[in-house]
């Protein structure tokens, strides 16, 4: 009997399925429409799809053979973009509840006058102060003062929040304040989501762990829900295996945990995608990978250097400060979706407004008249100018040829040119979000590979190669659902830190030691609370260091061992190659200091393993379905053009461009002068040709 491990993603236009059968090695992936509503019955719809599929004569649903069921998600990404999170309020130190509106005083877009801050999440009246001090050194200089603290409790419980957020200065160093001020709050406001700043951010920071704090109580109820509607629906399917959620760090947690740390899951999505594509690349001996994930919607792009993306303690989501562990992913407005205009200027843009899953592109036929880039690319003929997802979804060419003719009327072009030059905008922006995570980082992208994924990224990734001057595209077998299959190739997670500001001297080695022997109790904790074996444990040590004076760290990881005055040379080192490789630049004049400790606890769980296959020659005439005309900016002119189909191209098959491969959740380009092969692995190698 089969034994199957599910992985869904549920996206904003699509959700995929991604099947994997333990016993015999099977892959089997199915895609539904998203349901923005409420994606809990997008992804019931397609779990309960899934499974008839791989077993269509089975009397009932085979839900008792899934033995694991994994699931990224973009709720809370959504409901921040939105803003469709609860009503909060907020408890802080006396004298502190503007600093979530004063912020750090900065400026984002300096020369932009018509710049918008995004809306404070907590308004001036639900930021309430009591009476209470802590210093740097963990000293209490005011105790906290428990009559205000309740009356605090009982004036957010009369103005009906749902959401309460703690945070006390240096709250992280002595969080008893805190911790009283929850055990009042959950007297006064049982039914309220409360979220302590010791508990969600540990850091030093004050801003940005209040603005982490205020993000997780203002998403916490919205996971909550959220969960609370799939897990029955999941149960009503017969699904008795534990459901897993993915963290933006690229590992997965239980729905309790996600629920009460709503702000680790707001890469959810994306992450699974990175996971995804560095357990592909290393099979096929790709380590160093620029992933390029494109969708709908948006485009979210990864560097993973020596088969590792860089874990990143802090970053900015759509305007506010997060200081939680995720993978270091760079979004942009640019999907397949992505509506195109004209400019006050009278020049072409493209996103980062998207037509989304409803109504969708024009071709869809559901009532919107803008063109997209799925649009341009069915007047362009890369993709099927009939239907999509295999012969499952009609479309309306002449709708998409009619709305990119309006925009070309506007523009003073050609159909065909305007068509090109929405693929050719789009391209740009996503050739900006590489070079955000390369060239500004001090990596030069054509030492790397593109691998490209998501329902629209192996479309456009050839033209994104040549863009960058990159020499090499990898495709997935299954690169529309590479997300959802992350998620049968990643394990338990958690992260752990503290703040521990010292200068790196020999006198640190003790203090170093006595943390991080503090953060492994709390490691172990978690792993017994998760049930994971002694030996599927992994611990990761990295510490965050700076010049004294700078107000950045780079993280430097810290080898096994016992902690000596031979680990802070060790350490030195570390953060003197990796300031040269972003900066350009190291110094021994400036003293190197010692910020954050961190702590990285993997429990490994058991995973798809993707099989390879023996090679059957180069000739790969026999996965030709079709030809049809495609207009191609080389000869702008169309072009008689093969088409392959991806499930008969068998490992070692060679065929050189114009090329277009189309399968079931996603369509390949392979451009004049260039050329593709399919790797024992199934993956497909486009390289410009020699």
């Known amino acids: 009997m089969s034994r199957w491990r599910i992985g869904v993603d549920s996206g904003g236009t699509f959700t995929d399925v991604c099947l994997f059968d333990e016993q015999d090695g099977r892959v089997e992936v199915w895609k539904v429409p998203s349901t923005p509503d409420d994606p809990s019955r997008g992804i019931a719809a397609g779990v309960e799809e899934g499974l008839r599929r791989v077993a269509p004569d089975a009397a009932g649903l085979p839900a008792a053979s899934v033995t694991y069921f994994g699931h990224g998600t973009t709720v809370a990404t959504n409901a921040l973009i939105q803003h469709r999170g609860v009503r909060t309020g907020l408890v802080t130190t006396d004298g502190f509840r503007d600093l979530l509106e004063i912020g750090r005083q900065k400026r984002p877009d300096l020369y932009d006058i018509q710049a918008d801050k995004p809306p404070v999440l907590v308004p001036r009246d639900l930021r309430l102060e009591v009476p209470e001090r802590v210093d740097h050194t963990g000293e209490i200089l005011t105790p906290l003062d428990e009559v205000r603290m309740r009356a605090a409790a009982r004036a957010l419980a009369t103005a009906g929040v749902r959401a309460i957020a703690v945070s006390f200065l240096y709250g992280f160093i002595r969080p008893e304040h805190e911790q009283r001020a929850v055990a009042i709050l959950r007297e006064e406001n049982p039914d309220a989501f409360i979220s302590a700043g010791h508990e969600i951010a540990p850091e030093f920071r004050e801003y940005e762990r209040l603005s982490t704090v205020v993000l997780n109580a203002y998403l916490g109820p919205v996971m909550s829900d959220y969960l609370g509607r799939l897990g029955p629906r999941l149960a009503a399917l017969g699904l008795a295996a534990t459901p897993h959620l993915t963290q933006s760090n690229g590992g997965v947690i239980g729905f309790a945990t996600a629920a009460a740390m709503a702000v680790r899951t707001i890469l959810s999505g994306p992450a699974t995608g990175v996971v995804g594509a560095q357990a592909i690349g290393a099979l096929s001996s790709f380590n160093d990978l620029i992933t390029f994930d494109m969708g709908g919607t948006s485009t979210d792009v990864a560097l993973l250097q020596d088969g590792r993306c860089k874990l990143a303690s802090e970053a900015t989501v759509h305007g506010y400060p997060i200081k939680a562990p995720m993978l270091d992913i760079h979004t942009v407005g640019a999907g397949g979706g992505s509506l ?281 005439a026999n996965a030709i379905t079709d030809r049809r005309p495609v207009w191609f900016p080389e000869t702008r002119s169309f072009v008689d053009t093969p088409i392959y189909a991806r499930d008969a191209l068998q490992p070692g098959h060679r065929f050189a461009g114009p090329a277009v491969v189309e399968q079931m959740d996603t369509t390949t380009l392979v451009p004049p002068g260039m050329t593709a092969r399919v790797d024992s692995y199934l993956n497909l190698i486009i390289e410009a040709a020699a």
């Open 340 to 620: 195109a205009f004209i400019d006050a200027g009278g020049l072409l843009k493209v996103g980062p407004r998207s037509a989304g899953a409803d109504p969708g592109p024009v071709c869809y036929d559901r009532g919107n008249e803008e063109a997209t880039v799925t649009d341009a690319n069915v007047v362009l003929q890369t993709l099927n100018p009939r239907h999509l997802l295999g012969g499952r979804m009609g479309i309306r060419h002449d709708l998409a040829k009619q709305a990119i003719a309006r925009l070309a009327g506007r523009l003073g072009l050609g159909t065909m040119e305007t068509a090109q030059g929405i693929v050719s905008v789009v391209t740009a922006n996503m050739a900006r979000a590489i070079r955000v995570i390369s060239v500004q980082r001090g990596h030069d992208p054509r030492d790397y590979t593109l691998m490209a994924f998501g329902g629209a990224g192996p479309l456009h990734a050839a033209r994104l190669a040549g863009e960058l001057e990159m020499k090499r595209v990898m495709v997935p077998r299954n690169p529309g659902i590479l997300c959802a299959m992350g998620l049968l190739l990643t394990d338990l997670r958690a992260d752990f830190a503290a703040t521990r500001l010292m200068a790196a001297s020999a006198d640190a080695a003790p203090r170093l030691a006595e943390t991080f022997a503090a953060l492994i109790d709390r490691a172990e904790r978690w792993f017994g609370e998760e049930g994971i074996a002694l030996a599927d444990r992994r611990l990761t040590r990295t510490v965050d260091m700076r010049y004294e004076g700078q107000n950045y760290e780079l993280a430097v990881e810290l080898p096994d061992g016992t902690i000596d005055l031979t680990t802070i040379d060790r350490l030195i080192a570390g953060f003197t190659h990796a300031h040269r490789q972003r900066y350009g630049f190291a110094t021994e004049r400036d003293r190197v200091q010692i910020v954050t400790l961190r702590l990285e606890a993997v429990g490994t769980v058991r995973k798809a393993a993707l099989r390879a296959y023996p090679e059957v020659g180069p000739d790969a």
